[in-house]
């Protein structure tokens, strides 16, 4: 057991730092894109900036179209309340939810 | 073509083929025009046969608008039935979980440790379902349960049930166990989906500072000029001074689940955030408690701080999202004599400092092309805890590198080591091999 691990924090040791390295490099197409914008955004635009700025602090953010109206609704008030949200910008993420999907 | 422009094309041609044969009579003879017999019939012949191709081809032009109109109604009622059905769409979704305002989120996570010196090995699992309930406009609730296996042990822990009213827009009280809103890690950070790394920070998680109280809460945010301003204000059942002689390298330190609120002190604490910038948030947070034991004569008093800056970015020039994050926590409990016997030697009367915290930073290439390597995060994280000169007698930092695949928006595969320093008169090191699958739902 203890070779076993011995092997795994060394072949981590040695793996990690590679990976990384392979993987920046790896990436070397420049063509930045703009955030998927839907069609919709323009239903709510101040909504979609909002979402855009708050949705994505804490965590990555869910696709609009993961959950339904109803789902959104109580997720942004849990939202809301956990991460400070104003009421204001919350009724517009609200509005930009129901709009997209 | 519409059929008058091909009526007026029509007479056009017909004047064209009749206008050489007249040309050479009109100069002899301005009024009459003598055609021989046999041409005037060819011409009449021609002239019905140029009519009724015309006819034909006015048929056929009506047949085509005909068609280009039932094609553009056909347009029409395609997307009236795709709107139908995205509409049926969203009320089944809508109805798939029962009445409209209840969501079952929550995550789980399995994880592999291996540390070397002979330190812990295997597996561990978690799994923390969340029940929100939208029970009005003004009620919330909010409860999780938490499930976790580990070694051969499963415990289950009721990790927070609150119910929320929301006064107005700026203002929401709530009663019941909630996450601690001064420790801006635990509040917002901790959750397997969330957090970026397989464990959690030296500190500021199983630290310095409690993860949950039990008591009222008052928050809300408010836009202040260009800032945004979140505050949260607690009363709470005080955590309670850990004096057992029987376990001394505990002394000195706080029990937080201090569910019956032995001793009856209140603790009070909260935190306030700013939002500089979209991007930029800073945070205060602290909690005062008096702590004297129960029979105790004289107040002990707690106190425990805890500042926090997160900066997240999505950054075209550097192809990615940027997200860094730091942490520090200080704890300061007032003099007090653990051991007035003395039969634990020198040193256990005396006030308990220790403090400690996390920086980290995340990077990874969204906005790179490759599927592959967008889904990629890197992780560094270098967090400690000082507490060499408390009975606990270790100060310990660690350095961490991780890598993420991230599988789904909350799906995430996380592999990190940790390298391991520690120092004071119980130190012991090791160093970490980390391996998780988290989702959160």
């Known amino acids: ?101 | 073509m519409n059929p008058r422009s091909l009526t007026a094309v029509s007479a056009c041609v017909l004047s064209l083929a009749t206008g050489g044969a007249l040309l050479a009579q009109s100069a002899d003879d301005k009024d009459t025009i003598t055609v021989p017999k046999r041409e005037f019939q060819q011409l009449l012949e021609e002239h019905r046969q140029m009519m009724q191709e015309m006819k034909a081809l006015k048929a056929q032009i009506g047949k085509t608008a005909t068609l280009e109109k039932s094609v553009a109604d056909n347009d029409t009622a395609i997307e009236d039935l795709e709107k139908q059905i995205k509409e049926t769409k969203q009320i089944a979704k809508d109805a798939a979980q029962g009445s409209t305002k209840f969501h079952l989120g929550g995550y789980g996570s399995a994880t592999y440790t291996a540390q070397d010196n002979g330190g812990a090995n295997g597996f561990a699992a978690t799994f923390n379902p969340i029940f929100l309930w939208k029970i009005n406009d003004k009620v919330f609730f909010e409860g999780e349960a938490e499930f976790e296996l580990g070694g051969t042990e499963t415990s289950t822990a009721l990790e927070m049930a609150h119910i929320s009213y929301i006064a107005n827009d700026y203002l929401t009280v709530s009663a019941g166990k909630f996450l601690n809103p001064a420790n801006y890690f635990v509040e917002r950070q901790h959750m397997a989906w969330v957090n970026k790394l397989p464990d959690k920070p030296l500190a500021v998680y199983d630290g310095l500072m409690p993860e949950t109280e039990v008591g009222f809460q008052a928050r809300g945010a408010v836009p202040v000029g260009p800032f945004k301003i979140g505050y949260a204000a607690y009363v709470a059942n005080a955590p309670q001074l850990k004096t057992d002689l029987s376990s001394p390298a505990d002394l000195g330190s706080l029990e937080y689940n201090n569910f019956d609120n032995v001793g009856r002190h209140i603790s009070t604490g909260g935190r306030v955030g700013i939002h500089l910038l979209p991007e930029f948030e800073i945070g205060y947070g602290a909690q005062y408690a008096d702590v004297a034991p129960v029979g105790y004569g004289h107040s002990v008093k707690s106190f425990l701080q805890s500042v926090d800056a997160s900066y997240v970015r999505d950054s075209i020039a550097l192809k990615g999202v940027l997200n860094a994050k730091v942490q520090w926590v200080w704890s300061h409990i007032d003099r007090f004599d653990y051991d007035p016997a003395g039969g634990l030697g020198d040193g256990f009367d005396r006030a308990m400092k220790r403090n400690g915290g996390y920086a980290q930073i995340a990077y990874r290439p969204t906005h790179c092309d490759m599927a592959f390597v967008k889904n990629v995060e890197f992780v560094f994280r270098y967090d400690l805890i000082q507490q060499a000169n408390t009975p606990v007698g270790v100060d310990e930092r660690r350095s961490t590198v991780g890598l993420d695949y991230w599988i789904g928006p909350s799906t995430v595969v996380k592999t990190a080591y940790e390298f391991d320093h520690q120092s004071g008169a119980n130190a012991s090191r090791h160093n970490t091999l980390l391996i998780q699958l988290a989702t959160g739902f």
């Open chain 1, 1 to 101: 057991m203890q070779s076993i691990e011995r092997t795994l924090s060394n072949l981590a040791k040695v793996l990690l730092p590679v990976l990384a390295f392979g993987l920046v490099v790896g990436c070397t197409t420049p063509k930045a894109k703009a955030p998927a914008g839907k069609s919709t955004t323009a239903a709510a635009p101040q909504g979609a900036t909002l979402w855009a700025q708050n949705c994505g602090f804490c965590h990555n953010s869910r696709s609009p179209d993961s959950l339904g109206n109803a789902q959104w609704d109580v997720v942004t008030v849990h939202m809301r309340l956990r991460a400070n949200l104003t009421a204001d910008d919350a009724r517009q993420i609200s509005a930009f939810l129901r709009s997209s999907h």
